[in-house]
Every structure is written in structure tokens, then in C-alpha cells.
């Protein structure tokens, strides 16, 4: 049974922007707030890479000064996220976190003890369903974006999540 959410931030929470973000453009996209306020009873994580930090466009702690300012907008709207983890580093650095690479699920799983058959990974490009995949859990796409790779599902925006998870998980 699906009970727990791993959220891409970038195209799915909040509008695509590049590489740096400032506290103004923390807005949720139209359906977030619709759609995860029916999804109370949900486990909300956020899974994202961030290589601005590694390619000198913004700082870790602009990034998470950023996540902060998501959790709290959202939180305002009754919208609890348990966590969020990011990878900072530059694709060259070839690290073990950034998408479709898996080291930021382990640090899920060792922090909050997730299996993968209680997740569903959602985002908006081919790293976040491979990602998915990697980890063992279902994928939804978001949006509009052309992939390489199938998800499970696809919905235009967490709108459709609710009704989606209720009828297909
Ligand atoms: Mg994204
Ligand atoms: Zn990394």
C-alpha cells in the first residue's frame, strides 16, 4: 500500500526556474495545494537536485533557506512535508546523490526507516521516474515534459493525485 510521497521539487512543487532560486519564487504550482490537502493521511517527503550549488549559482544555505520557506508555505495550507533532501553537487562531481542516482533514498531510508513498496516517486523529467524506478517504487510524471523513459502514470498536475491514488494504487 502506497503511504508515503517523494516529491521532485522543481516542476512539481514549484515553477522550473534554473539554477537559483530566491524566497520570492517559493509559490506552490496551481493544483499543490488542492491536490496534497486531500492527501493528509500521506507521508510527504521532497527528493531534489539542486547543482546550482555546485555551479556557483546559489549557496546551500539559499537552498535551504528555499526549503524552508516551501515547508512553511505549505504548512500554512494544513500541508505537512516530513523532510526534504537535496543534492548540491555539480554533474561532473559524478557524486552518489543527484538523480537518477539513489544516495538521497538511502538517506531517507536511514533516516526515517521508508521501504520502497510504501512509496510512489512524482516528478517532472526522466531522472525523477528513473530515480523511482532505481528506488523500486511506482512513478508519476508530471506535466508536459517529453521522456525517454515510461512512468506509471502521468497527470498534468497534483490536482489529479488524489483521485489517481485512490483509483490506481
Ligand atoms: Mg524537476
Ligand atoms: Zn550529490
Not at 511506482?138 to 483509483?167: F, M, N, Q, Y
Request: net charge negative; hydrophobic share 40%.
Amino acid at each position: 500500500m502506497v503511504t508515503t510521497l517523494l516529491l521532485d521539487r522543481d516542476g512539481v512543487l514549484i515553477r522550473r526556474l534554473g539554477h537559483a532560486y530566491t524566497l520570492a519564487d517559493i509559490v506552490p504550482l496551481p493544483g499543490v495545494v488542492e491536490g496534497l490537502k486531500q492527501l493528509g493521511h500521506m507521508k510527504i517527503f521532497v527528493v531534489s537536485n539542486q547543482s546550482g550549488v555546485g555551479r556557483g549559482k546559489t549557496t546551500i544555505e539559499e537552498v535551504q533557506s528555499c526549503n524552508n520557506r516551501l515547508m512553511e508555505v505549505l504548512q500554512s495550507q494544513g500541508i505537512t512535508i516530513t523532510d526534504i533532501v537535496f543534492c548540491p553537487h555539480h554533474p561532473d562531481e559524478n557524486c552518489d546523490c543527484r538523480k537518477p542516482k539513489i544516495g538521497m533514498w538511502k538517506e531517507l531510508e536511514r533516516r526515517h526507516g521508508l521501504t520502497s513498496d510504501e512509496c510512489v516517486m512524482v516528478g517532472d523529467h526522466d531522472v525523477d521516474v528513473l530515480f523511482g524506478q532505481a528506488v523500486g517504487c511506482k512513478t508519476i510524471l508530471v506535466g508536459d515534459e517529453e521522456t525517454s523513459v515510461e512512468p506509471t502514470w502521468k497527470i498534468a498536475s497534483l490536482s489529479e493525485l488524489p483521485a489517481l491514488l485512490a483509483s490506481a494504487v
